[in-house]
């Protein structure tokens, strides 16, 4: 399917749901359409579906991906689910298996990558610790942090975590326990005149794993449920990409690296069967923000047109 065109000031129609078909795939309570047979259970029929919905998405993103001048990746991982489906354009080191998942389109492993930093997308994590050790006193700081991405009201919530040693510990378990299973903040340089947080890694496999289960811890934990209810409540201003699609809980994140500037997300969408749960980052060539967030502004189109091929659960 192609792309919708660009949209910027408006949403794509009235939510993903309500523009996608109901594939013939059929997603239990807790399942997934992602998933392998040995992993998720499926009927062999079911997987092969699933198979070939990966195919389609990967031929479709390489399609919108050569339209764009710059590099462009997305993850994307049922929500409650542990499979990633990932196009685009490879992490910084691709020569180490362990460092980059493999494109599952036709992009180059061995061509340009991009370097994930986190930028401000590491701000729903830190804000679940903060609210989990802190409670409504943060709770302004953190309506900041989430809603407005403020940096200064970040920060507060970073102190507020208490001994400087524990700050980084408290930040991984929240991500552990939504399940992102690498993933550490980075230390070096990390003091009250460094505010290098944002400089931090996040692979985007890594971080939809973490999206895909957010969702489902925000069920039990009142922390996450605060964050991810602010994460559908983002400022006007930076709902482009992902926050164009309607009923879309996400953050965005944006900044210059060493090499380009990066713009990326990470969110939870709906789709007709369930939902998905989306990290796209975009590194345009001008290194201009605004490149970048056209960009993903057509891959939120991208994934609005193919959303009955979306890998899609429920907690």
């Known amino acids: 399917m192609a792309p919708l065109p660009f949209a910027r000031a408006r949403r794509f129609g009235a939510g993903v749901a309500a523009l996608a078909a109901v594939a013939a795939v059929t997603v239990s309570a807790c399942g997934s359409s992602g998933s392998s047979a040995a992993a998720g259970g499926q009927a062999p029929a079911a997987a092969a579906d699933a198979q070939l919905a990966q195919l389609r998405l990967a031929e479709g993103f390489d399609s919108v991906n050569a ?6 990746a997305v ?3 049922p929500v409650d689910g542990d499979e990633v489906w990932y196009f685009g354009s490879p992490a910084t080191d691709p020569t180490d298996p362990t460092a980059t ?6 992009a180059d492993p061995d061509g340009e990558t991009i370097d994930f930093l986190s930028w401000s997308t ?16 943060v709770s302004d700081l953190v309506d900041s942090a989430i809603r407005w991405s403020d940096n200064d009201a970040t920060w507060q919530l970073w102190l507020s975590l208490g001994d400087r040693d524990t700050w980084v510990d408290k930040y991984d378990r929240v991500l552990r326990d939504a399940g992102d299973r690498r993933t550490k903040m980075r230390t070096d340089g990390f003091d009250d005149d460094d505010r290098s947080y944002g400089l931090s890694d996040w692979r985007l496999d890594d971080q939809a794993l973490f999206a895909a289960g957010l969702p489902c811890l925000a069920e039990d934990d009142e922390a996450a449920a605060t964050v991810y209810e602010l994460m559908g409540e983002i400022d006007e201003d930076q709902s482009w990409g992902l926050g164009l699609i309607d009923g879309a809980h996400f953050k965005g994140g944006w900044g210059p690296g060493a090499d380009q500037y990066l713009v990326r997300q990470f969110g939870v969408i709906e789709t007709a069967r369930g939902a998905t749960a989306v990290a796209v980052a975009a590194a345009p060539t001008d290194n201009d923000h605004d490149t970048g967030t056209a960009m993903l502004d057509r891959i939120a189109g991208w994934l609005v047109t193919e959303s009955d091929r979306l890998p899609a659960g429920r907690c």
């Open 67 to 72: 339209t764009f001048d710059g590099q462009a």
């Open 75 to 77: 993850a994307l991982v």
């Open 101 to 106: 998942p493999t494109p599952a389109g036709t």
């Open 122 to 137: 590491m701000k729903p994590p830190l804000a679940i610790a903060a609210l989990r050790d802190n409670g409504d006193a």
